[in-house]
Structure formats: C-alpha cells, structure tokens
C-alpha cells in the first residue's frame, strides 16, 4: 500500500471508554478506505449480520486500536467511528434530501458532518444500567446496544419465523424484533444471570408497562454517547429554520460530489 495516498486522523470515541472497563484506550487512529475495504463493505450480507462486514472495515480501518472491536461496542462509539471514516475517505459534505415543513418543498441540502452535535459520557456507574420493573418488581440489568446485539436479535427474528412459518403462517408474520430486542437487552433478572431460555419466556409475560419501562431505559443509555440525529436547516425556497432528522443514504457511503 502506498502510506502516502492515505489519510489517517486521530479522534476520541465519545463514551471515553468509560463503557467497557480499564482495558479500552477511547484514543484512536482512523485512516481513509481502500478499494478492498470498499469490496468489503460491498460483499454480501443475507445471514442477518448487516453490522458485521462494517465492523469488520472499521476495525482494518483503526491503525491505533482501541482494544475493543467496533462489533462490540456501543452504538454511540460505532456511529461516531463510521461518520468519521466517512470524513477522512470523503470529506465532511453530504448531500441529503429534505422537506421542509412550512413550505413543503423538497430540496437537496448540504450537511457537513463535522457540525452535528456530539455527546460524550464524562461518568458511567453500572447502576445507570439498572431499573426496577413498575409492574412486577423486578429489578433488571440491561446490557448496551451494540451491532453484534442487533445482528443476533435479526438472526433470531430470521430463525423464529422460519420456524412458525411451518406450523402457523399468522405467527410468522408477527414482528418478532420486540420479543428478541427485550431478550438481548437483558444481562441479570434479580441479580442472577438467566438462560436464553428463561429470557425468551420471561420477556413473553411482561406487561405494558414493565416492557416499555426496559425499552424506554435502553433507549435513555443510548442517547447518552454519540452524535446528535436532529439537524437544524434553512429552506432553500422560503428561507424557514426547520429540523430535520440525519439520514444515512447511498450519499453518505458513494457520495456524488468529494471535498
């Protein structure tokens, strides 16, 4: 490989490794994309790991490693890392398409990436994964978000409806991905770890309240690292301020114009 074509910057994960213990350095190197990364990120993804080939770019792509792979940390680490690939391959402009809300006009809008709001986590106790279910009282540790948890809760949504699909085409239409989203999202029920098994079955009791709580508190840990998805834009034909949410689209992975 030819160092000289290739661009490498240094940057911080947001959760300043706070995450995953005293063996994860939050400081990290980043070099642009080759051809083989892109052939990578290209290969073909039909076994439910839509995360994995990504991953698997991001951790080649690392030239000062964190002692974690990208598979396996938070969403919030994860998406910074993939937005900051994108800058030091492309550069900062992404061009996306928006409606603006008084006008309803739809125009494209130049975004630079560099501008989106970032979030760090200063401070993480483990008791900030806790939570006592409302309804049935017990209390529960979650695990984080991560792209190898989203692939596995996919490979299960994939498995289960195959597995009705013979016995009960109603069941197989079911959205499984609440049921396996609340599975995975659960590390110990009481302070024990409990079986798959015992989750699956679990998780098909809870009430309204008790999965929305678990839901709700996942939801809270992950808006605690990483890049903001509202972005504030100018109409371009009746000059309104409106937010609008960030998109990924084929722009942000093959964009039309480089800067």
């Not at 074509?5 to 070099?31: C, D, T």
């Not at 309204?208 to 834009?233: H, Y």
Request: hydrophobic share 35%.
């Amino acid at each position: 490989m030819n160092n000289k074509a290739v661009i490498a910057e240094h940057f911080k994960l947001p959760s300043n490794g706070l995450l995953y213990g005293n063996n994860v350095n939050p400081n990290v190197k980043l070099r642009s994309m080759t051809v083989r990364d892109e052939m990578k990120r290209l290969g073909p993804s039909n076994d439910g790991s839509m995360y994995r080939a990504m991953a698997e770019v991001l951790d080649d792509c690392l030239v000062e490693k964190p002692g974690i792979s990208t598979y396996d940390m938070c969403l919030g680490d994860y998406q910074f890392l993939l937005h900051k690939l994108r800058i030091v391959t492309y550069g900062p402009e992404y061009m996306m398409e928006c409606r603006c809300p008084v006008c309803t006009d739809v125009d494209e809008y130049l975004v630079n990436l560099e501008n989106l709001t970032l979030l760090e986590l200063t401070e993480f106790e483990e008791s900030m994964l806790e939570l006592e279910l409302p309804h049935c009282g017990k209390k529960i540790k979650l695990n984080i978000n991560t792209p190898r948890l989203l692939d596995n809760i996919e490979k299960d949504v994939v498995r289960t409806r195959k597995q009705h699909k013979k016995q009960s085409q109603a069941f197989s239409e079911l959205d499984w991905h609440l049921r396996y989203q609340l599975v995975y999202s659960i590390d110990t029920i009481d302070g024990e770890k409990a079986s798959y098994t015992f989750k699956e079955s679990f998780c098909d009791s809870l009430v309204g309240r008790d999965f929305n709580a678990i839901l709700n508190k996942q939801s809270e840990i992950d808006k605690k690292v990483g890049l903001g998805a509202i972005m504030e834009l100018l109409c371009n034909n009746c000059g309104s301020e409106f937010s609008a949410p960030f998109r990924l689209t084929t722009e942000f992975y093959r964009p039309s114009r480089t800067s």
